[in-house]
């Protein structure tokens, strides 16, 4: 079947220079932190997206935990509903099937599932509490569980980074980030062809909510990322490497210093595509305000502190139906 696209879902394909590749070595053997620190400054003020490579997460797990999520989603939809994301409540942790989150949901039906998991724990506020494992794939639990490892250490690293980029101590932000919360998602897009209009693309535009995404997609492709002018960047993938983008949270910290960038994907094409976004906050408590370094008598602060967990479940409750009694 032919595909057809509406012309405001055309995005431009740019040379890999125009979304920065930054390579982390030296900030993680400490070599030279500062350096890596002050490029990832630049590409938070200019860009919103970076790739980064040499990011220490192997290869091969990355590998089996796309075939363990890929196994996950051909399940059958009995099988997959068994782990609802509604019975969870306001854990938000388990499946989401196709419509039932849109992040943009008075102008797109998102074609995606999704499977969210985070660190198993006794909390009781949102975002906290256990991961409902899929039974019927018993290795999941064991290879998910290494890789969320492996998304903090790197998380913590790139949070530290942000840090050093704004002028303040490397630990800055550890204080607010004891028991943070985290979401660790897994994405099928089902293949879009014919037209295909805004009403219903894989994601539609959004901010992301919190503090950094970090994302790994595989080969097919869709993101796309508004630059500062206003256009659709194809954000495509490459071999190796993590895309990273900062959320609200950052925005409000650095006084719109560093902006919170639109993105969407569209899986327009004959073949399903996968991506593992993992969604680094604050703890729930954690009251974002803006940096001493961003803020003087010249440029007072914008914006009233507000708490973390305050911020991103309101954003939730927006996004999924079975949160509408908690408005």
């Known amino acids: 079947m032919t595909t057809v696209i509406e012309n405001n879902l055309h995005s431009i394909t740019p040379l890999f220079e125009e979304i920065p590749v930054i390579d ?12 890596v620190a002050k490029n990832i400054g630049d590409v938070c003020e200019n860009v919103g997206f970076m790739y ?13 935990m796309y075939q363990l999520s890929q196994m996950f989603f051909a399940l059958s939809l009995e099988q997959k509903s068994e782990l609802d994301i509604a019975l969870s409540g306001k854990t938000l942790r388990g499946y989401i099937k196709t419509y039932a989150e849109n992040v943009n949901p ?3 039906n998102d074609l995606k599932e999704c499977l969210d998991l985070a660190k198993d724990s006794n909390g009781k506020q949102p975002f906290f509490g256990t991961n409902p494992y899929p039974k019927m794939l018993p290795e999941f639990k064991e290879v998910y569980e290494a890789y969320y490892d492996h ?32 979401i660790q998602r897994f994405l099928h897009y089902p293949p ?6 805004e009403k219903e693309i894989g994601v539609g535009e959004h901010t992301d909510y919190g503090f950094l995404t970090i994302l790994s997609q595989d080969s097919i492709g869709g993101l796309q990322v508004r630059n500062r002018a206003g256009e659709w960047i194809s954000a495509p993938p490459i071999d190796g490497t993590f895309i990273v983008n900062i959320g609200d949270l950052v925005q409000t910290f650095t006084n719109d210093k560093y902006i919170s ?6 899986n327009a094409g ?16 954690a009251v974002v ?17 507000y708490t973390c967990g305050e911020h991103k479940f309101s954003r939730f409750i927006d996004s999924f139906p079975h949160l509408s009694n908690q408005r």
Request: hydrophobic content about 35%.
């Open 270 to 285: 004959d073949k399903d595509r996968y991506s593992m976004p993992f969604f680094m906050d604050l703890d729930f408590d």
């Open 289 to 305: 305000d803006v940096v001493p370094t961003c803020q003087s008598d010249d440029h007072p602060s914008k914006y009233s502190p």
């Open 192 to 197: 879009q062809t014919g037209m295909i209009s």
């Open 24 to 35: 982390l070595s030296s900030l993680l053997d400490g070599s030279n932190e500062y350096a």
């Open 106 to 108: 008075t102008v797109t």
């Open 52 to 64: 980064i490579k040499n990011h220490g997460v192997p290869q091969s797990l990355i590998d089996r």
């Open 151 to 182: 998304m903090m250490v790197l998380g913590r690293n790139l949070v530290k980074a942000i840090a050093l980029s704004l002028d303040l101590p490397a630990d800055y932000f550890e204080a607010l980030q004891k028991d943070p919360i985290t």
């Open 261 to 266: 960038t639109m993105h969407r994907v569209i």
